[in-house]
T-cell receptor, first 111, second 116 residues
């Protein structure tokens, strides 16, 4: 079983739409959670960390459900510039401090 | 920009050859991690270096090896290249790679390796 599972999409949404991505992780000992964004042929860039209490950064809201072992990302009022691949990332320091990435969810925002 | 740099940006090699990729970490960061990203996949952890010592390794064979230097820059070496080694190789630095974990990692632009 993969450490992190994501729906690869693609998600094609109109400008202004609200879109949600979910991600599940298999190791209950995981302690740190992130969403990274990756543009085509570029490196991943940190979008936001995910905290148990949930956190918001402008149009982006991240939630963590430890009991169900899933992480979500909500994007409101989608912009064309939001088109990218969104990577769910989990860290478990008991396994050598490595980051586990999902395969990514592709989002295209259509004019 | 993250301040993490990698060289070269692109590389073409043939099967059986050896390759060395380089990474300079962001100023103030003492930890470097290397990842392999195949087309359509998420990055896969290769290994991490903290203060010149290996601090964790993913599921990669011994022909993948690395080094970290006193200035915290790092090298990834791959021997006996195989066709499946064709991928984007990403280096990421973080401020502190102790066993605490969970530090945000900042990625360089990557080296795109093609093995023919």
């Amino acid at each position: 079983r993969k450490e992190v599972e994501q729906d690869p999409g693609p998600f094609n949404v109109p400008e202004g739409a609200t879109v949600a991505f979910n991600c599940t992780y298999s190791n209950s000992a995981s302690q740190s959670f992130f969403w990274y964004r990756q543009d085509c042929r570029k490196e991943p860039k940190l979008l936001m960390s995910v905290y148990s209490s949930g956190n918001e950064d402008g149009r982006f809201t991240a939630q963590l459900n430890r009991a169900s072992q899933y992480i979500s990302l909500l994007i409101r009022d989608s912009k064309l510039s939001d088109s990218a691949t969104y990577l769910c990332v989990v860290n478990n320091p008991n396994t050598g401090n490595q980051f586990y990435f999902g395969t990514g969810t592709s989002l295209t925002v259509i004019p | 920009e993250t301040g993490v740099t990698q060289s070269p940006t692109h590389l073409i090699k043939t099967r059986g050859q050896q390759v060395t990729l380089r990474c300079s970490s962001q100023s103030g960061h003492n930890t470097v991690s290397w990842y392999q990203q195949a087309l359509g996949q998420g990055p896969q952890f290769i290994f991490q270096y903290y203060r010149e010592e290996e601090n964790g390794r993913g599921n990669f064979p011994p022909r993948f090896s690395g080094l970290q230097f006193p200035n915290y820059s790092s090298e990834l070496n791959v021997n006996a290249l195989e066709l499946d080694d064709s991928a984007l190789y990403l280096c990421a630095s973080s401020p502190q790679g102790t066993l605490k974990g969970g530090e945000t990692q900042y990625f360089g632009p990557g080296t795109r390796l093609l093995v023919l």
